[in-house]
Each structure stands twice: as C-alpha cells, then as structure tokens.
C-alpha cells in the first residue's frame, strides 16, 4: 500500500508538471496563431451562432469536426482567445501523459516502467509542442493511449467493460485526424498475434470482441455513416495527390520513392527531425539524445524478441503471451508511420506520425526496465554509479526540452515568422484604436483568418486582398487605417500617391514581425 502511494504521488507530480509545460504563458507561446489554428476557431465561432456542430468541416481541405466542435464550447465559455482555442490541446496532451503510464503499466506489468513512460511524456518537446497547438491531431495519441490499455487490461481480467470502455474510445478516433484511419491495421495483427499465442481464444474471447466491436462502431457511425453514405466527397482530401502511389509524386521510381520517405520518417527521430518549426525546433531530432538512444535500444530489443518468440512458436510449439506485447508494440508502430511514409511532401513530418508518439515513448522506457530490474543484483559501488547515471539522465530529460522550448524555441525569430506574430500583433493594434474609425485590412485569405478569429465583432473592419484596394475610399474625412499584413509597397506607394496625406509607419519588433499601416 505505501509503494502505490508514493506511485500514485509521483504520477501526480508529473501529471502537474505536464499540465504546467502545457499551459505557462500559452497566450505568447507560440507567438502568434497559425491560421489553420484560426480556422478552427471561425468555424468553431460560426457553429456557436448557428447552432450547427458538424461533423465534418469542409473548409481547409476538410476537417473531422469533433475537436472544432470541443472548441466551440470553450470558446463559447472564454470568448475569442487563445487559451480557448488552445485549451483542449492542453487537456488532451496532459491526459495522453496519464494513458502513456496506464498503458506502459499494463503492458509490462511495472508501476516503474509505467513512470517512466509518463515522465518521458510530460517532458518531450514533440509532445509539449503540439499540446500548445489548436491541432485536433493532438487527440490521436490520447485516444490510442486509453482504447489499447483498456483493451489489453480486458485480455487480462476478460471482463466486458473494459472491452466495451475500449471500443467506446476507440470509435472516437475516426472523428480526429486522418492519420488515425491507418489504426486498425495494428487491431488487425494483434487479433491474429492472440489467436497464434492462446489457445481457441476466438472461442473464449468471441463475446469480448463482439462487444468491442459493437462499442467501437456505436461511437464511429455518425462519422462512417457521413463518410460512405451521405457526403463521401467531403473525404477526397489531397493525400492522393502527395501519395507516394501517385505516378505524379513518384515519377515512375515507386520503389525508391518509398525507400526515401521511409528513411526520412525513421530516422528524424535520431538525426534531422522536421525541419517545420511549428511541429520540431529544426535540425534536432524529435527525441533528445538520452531517449533516442532508449528508443533504438528499445526498438532492437522488441524486433529480437519478436522473432525469437516466433520461432519459438513455429519451431517448438511454445506459447508466450508476451509475444502479443511486442507484436502490438512493432504493429503500432509501423501502422502509425503509414500517414507520413506514404506521403511524398514535407517529410520528415512530426505531425502526420503523431500516432507513434505514445508507442516510441513505450518503447524507449524499456532500457530503464531492463536497468530496475537488474539492479538489485548490482554490486555497492556500482549501485551508486547507476543511481547516479540515472538521476542524471532523468535531470537531463526533464530540463532538455523544456529548455529547448520556453527559451531557444520561445525568442527565436523565426518560430514568430512561421506561427504569423505579426497576425496577432494587428488584432491587437486594431482593438487599442477608436472603435469609430474605419479599419481596412489587406491581406490574403488565410492571413486574415487570425485577425477575424480574435476579433469577431469588432465594428468597421473590412478585409481586401491586394488586388481590391482600388475600393478603399481615401479622400474622405472620415478617421481611418489601412493596414498591411506584408511588405505589400506596392500597394502601399498606390494609396500613397493617391492619398499623399496619409500617414505611413512601419511596425516592426525585435522579432522581425511587421505589419505597415496608412492613416489620416
């Protein structure tokens, strides 16, 4: 009883810390609002005055509807914001710290290894970064996190809960990210992997399955109902078009194609990692190089065990329960790549392979396992040098990439550029001037997504693109500004020369984020 509370009070504190990395500053951290981001949240303020939660969103090449519609309520409780835009990615991120711990626990049947698997969670930059984030992507490693550990926690206790529990969650999924919609291939291979290791287990587990099943399909209909019956266009997003299966995209080198991507998609967690600065701080790696070096330990030891088993299973009849650990734990993995190795663009991409963040943090707590273990047949002097290996290693982790985040990532000048500071640098410029004066934005169709989101009702705002400030009416005595998202001087030196009473000034900060304004 008091090593389960010293467990459940670690967890906790590492729950706290996670939430904490996840929340601090989440206003200036990232500097701006992507507008994909701000998509998400018009769609989400469009919904609240309609009353219409779709399912699905069409706009910016579609969108399943489930985390706009989540956003919608917080929205609705803490107006245009970017803590509530950016809420839910918090809860989610911190909750996929406890499924990591649930999940590592049930599968290796250690509360320590369980520990591990959250702490390596709640501290990595991959996982921090994108629970900052208003991506519903952030949704798929907490719903394979909770569905898989209540799956396998219902093989162990074969009560029908859990497996109903899991199906429920599982369900879920189709209504997050597209990357989730590879995920039953690993469903697939675990159910042929439990039948080769336990005996007639269709006959024993036939009702569990079926409740699974039925489960999982209550929570997916609407979401497979909309997709083959009533708007299966909705679904023809572009992945066909970067699809590595396109002659397009592979010029005729299939094979080679593949073999590229997939090398990219492995080892960007080593070597290079995504070199976009909303998903990775470029060049690193996504792991930092304690768990990197777990993570390949980790990975080698799973692919030994799993064809040693397996021959042990062809060769020699044996059954190994166990084997079932490590086949899920390969299938999750390669399963979960799908999205970013078959996709010809932008690789490697930390954002389409979300889905392997839970099973490459499981993977990596399995050296610590191997080192707990073994630890108490260590000698006196090498028991100090251990403890203090690892205490270091464990200060190094929970330090690295909070660093790497609130301080390199946080004043970089270009994490301002690629999340548009310069966005919300305007909607603050616009709410601190006359609520009279006449407001007019020029910018392109996805810049002035950030700007509408943080100000849905500010009065005498009107948004052109460059090419329509011929209908902006300068020579008039009426108090007005005429804002420029970019370096637009040619439209600028037009106004101008038109209106030579207008007043130019550039707004530029130490970060590089600009916007230029005319006024009278």
């Known amino acids: 009883m008091q090593n389960k509370k010293i467990v459940w009070g670690l967890l906790l504190a590492i729950l706290i810390a996670a939430f904490a990395l996840r929340i601090t500053n989440i206003k200036n951290i990232p500097s701006g609002i992507y507008p994909d981001e701000a998509q998400n949240g018009i769609d989400a303020q469009e919904a609240n005055a309609t009353g219409q939660y779709k399912l699905f969103y069409e706009g910016n090449q579609g969108r399943e509807g489930l985390f706009i519609n989540l956003q919608a309520l917080s929205i609705k409780a803490f107006g245009p914001t970017e803590f509530a835009l950016k809420l839910w990615s918090t809860i989610f991120g911190t909750l996929t710290v406890l499924g990591v711990f649930l999940l590592t626990n049930e599968l290796f049947a250690s509360y320590a290894a369980g520990l591990v698997g959250a702490y390596l969670t709640a501290f990595s930059y991959w996982a921090i970064n994108f629970s900052r984030i208003g991506f519903r992507a952030i949704m798929v490693p907490f719903l394979l996190s909770f569905a898989f550990y209540f799956l396998f926690k219902g093989l162990r206790t074969r009560k029908l809960h859990d497996f109903i529990i899991a199906g429920l969650i599982y369900g879920l999924g189709v209504h997050t990210y597209i990357a989730f919609r590879v995920s039953p291939l690993v469903l697939v291979v675990l159910i042929i992997s439990l039948m080769i290791t336990r005996k007639n287990f269709l006959a024993n587990y036939w009702k569990h399955v079926l409740v699974f099943t039925f489960a999982m399909f209550v929570t997916a209909a609407p979401m497979l109902f909309d997709f083959f019956i009533s708007h299966p266009e909705h679904y023809a997003s572009r992945t066909s078009a970067i ?87 390969l299938a999750w993995f390669v399963a979960l790549l799908v999205p970013e190795f078959l996709a010809n663009e932008g690789n490697p991409h930390a954002l389409r392979s979300i889905g392997t963040l839970p099973v490459v943090i499981i993977i990596s707590t399995i050296p610590f396992l191997w080192i707990f273990k073994k630890y108490g047949q260590f000698g006196h002097a090498y028991k100090i040098f251990t403890t203090s290996v690892l ?32 966005l919300r640098n305007i909607s603050d410029f616009i709410q601190a001037r006359p609520e009279a004066e006449k407001k007019y934005i020029v910018t392109g169709s996805m810049e002035r997504l950030t700007v509408k989101y943080l100000n849905p009702t500010l009065p005498n705002t009107s948004y052109f693109y460059p090419t329509e400030i011929d209908k902006i009416n300068t020579n008039t005595d009426d108090k007005m500004v005429i804002i420029f998202t970019t370096w637009d001087w040619d439209s600028v030196n037009k106004l101008r020369t038109n209106t030579p009473s207008l007043v130019f000034e550039d707004h530029t900060n130490k970060f590089g984020d600009v916007f230029l304004t005319l006024s009278n």
Not at 273 to 279: A, K, P, S, Y
Not at 314 to 319: H, Y
């Open 243 to 329: 699809s590595v299966l396109n002659p397009e995209s592979n010029q005729g080198r299939l094979a080679a194609t593949v073999a590229k991507t997939l090398g990219l998609a492995l080892q960007k967690y080593f070597v290079m990692g995504d070199l976009n600065m909303r998903h990775n701080y470029p060049p690193y790696p996504l792991l930092n190089p304690i768990v990197s070096v777990a993570f390949l330990i980790g990975l080698i030891y799973v692919i030994n065990k799993f064809f040693h088993l397996l021959w042990l299973r062809l060769k020699k009849g044996e059954r190994d329960e166990k084997f079932d650990v490590y086949v899920f734990l």
């Open 391 to 422: 205490v270091g290693a464990f200060v190094f982790i929970g330090l690295a990439d909070p660093i790497k985040y609130f301080v390199f990532f946080a004043s970089s000048p270009k994490q301002h550029n690629v999340f548009n500071a310069n």
